[in-house]
């Protein structure tokens, strides 16, 4: 066997396999650039369950014509530039994966204006093929077009569901954003009708309006939203907000646990051991607690690149922040444990 150096589509392929699973996640990737370009609304519009069509539509920054190839280019980003910046990367994206790789596995196309610039430009891309860099009239802002995921990966193909099971997922993943960034508005369609929207709530970044009891109600529910302790406490450079539901309404399965790091929405075993010994005493064996909780901290206390999808961070004093977490949620429980047997009901 001779060694060589694969072909640039095959290793985007290759990536492709690690960062896009299923059209959720391309609808993840495609949304979280938008935020990172500080985009205040968000369109995104779907068919087939996004198999046949990703549309993502935002009215952030932009990209000048002349760096539309720069962003389909592997490893190529505007986020960081050194290991500094990725130790305390305040941004969604840094890796410079997403777009070749999404445009590697589908028939894509980019398409933005930047708002000084006279007009925009497009380009596609064919399975990793690049096109022609045209011009095109387009709003400030960016538009990524992502059709017939994996035509050409049909190993892939293979493993996606049934269209309502894939629009499920996109949803649910929506949902933990609308919970984390209020501000945004979201509209999506779906096969050309609208099907979820979530308005703008006014205030500009603000926690007040990322512990919403409104927003909390327009995604988990009037049951959830009535039995909402709001949780906030800081320490030791640790932030803890949101909020968690009192005993009484609790889960047969973990499905509303949403946790977020520095904004991210993240899984990490170990703070979702602190919040189940929080509710140890509370909640009956086998129940699960539901909760919305923002943990803020010090971005070089948390390592982001840990994973290609970015599902996992890994904490620098993960004692201290899995402490921290029980003691606040501990402390905010306490009010219901002494009613305990009143409550013993759920
Ligand atoms: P990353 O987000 O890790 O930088 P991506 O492959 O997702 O990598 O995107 C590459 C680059 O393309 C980004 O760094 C950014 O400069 C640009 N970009 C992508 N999507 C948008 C968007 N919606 N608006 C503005 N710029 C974008
Ligand atoms: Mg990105």
Redesign the pocket.
């Known amino acids: 066997m001779t060694i060589h150096q694969l072909p640039d589509t095959l290793v985007n392929q290759i990536a492709a396999g690690e960062v896009v699973e299923r059209p959720a996640s391309v609808v993840k990737?495609l949304v979280e650039?938008?935020l990172?370009?500080g985009a205040r609304r968000i369109d995104i519009d779907l068919e087939e369950g996004g198999v046949r069509l990703i549309r993502v539509r935002?009215d952030?920054?932009?990209?000048a014509a002349s760096d539309l190839p720069l962003?389909i280019a592997r490893h190529?980003?505007?986020?960081i530039a050194s290991l500094d910046d990725l130790e305390s990367v305040a941004t969604l994206?840094?890796?410079?994966?997403?777009?070749?790789s999404i445009a590697s596995v589908s028939r894509f196309s980019l398409a933005?204006r930047r708002d000084d610039d006279g007009h925009g430009a497009v380009l596609p891309v064919e399975g990793g093929r690049i096109g022609t860099l045209a011009p095109k009239p387009h709003p400030q802002g960016?538009t990524?077009e992502v059709r017939d995921l994996f035509y050409n990966v049909p190993a892939r193909r293979k493993f996606l569901r049934a269209e309502r099971t894939e629009l499920g997922h996109i949803e649910e993943w929506l949902r933990s954003l609308a919970l984390a960034r209020p501000e945004v508005e979201l509209r999506v369609t779906h096969n050309g009708k609208p099907s979820r929207r979530y308005r703008a709530l006014g205030v500009l970044g603000g926690d007040a309006a990322t512990d919403s009891p409104e927003r909390l109600l327009e995604t988990l529910g009037g049951e959830f939203a009535r039995n909402a302790l709001r949780v906030e406490h800081a320490a030791a450079g640790l932030r803890l907000h949101g909020w968690i539901a009192r005993p009484a309404y609790n889960r047969a399965s973990a499905d509303q646990q949403y946790l977020y790091v520095n904004g991210r929405s993240v899984r990490d075993r170990s703070i979702a051991h602190a919040v189940k010994q929080a509710y140890a005493d509370v909640l009956f064996h086998g129940r699960q607690p539901a909760y919305v909780l923002f943990l803020e901290l010090d971005p070089r206390g948390v390592d982001v690149n840990v994973h290609p999808a970015k599902h996992e961070v890994r904490f620098r004093e993960s004692r201290l922040v899995h402490d921290f977490v029980h003691r606040t949620l501990h402390a905010a429980l306490a009010g219901t444990r002494a009613g305990i047997t009143g409550d013993a009901s759920g």
């Open positions: 990737e650039n938008a990172d370009a935002d952030g920054g932009g990209i962003a190529a980003t505007s986020k994206g840094f890796r410079g994966e997403a777009l070749p933005s960016t990524v």
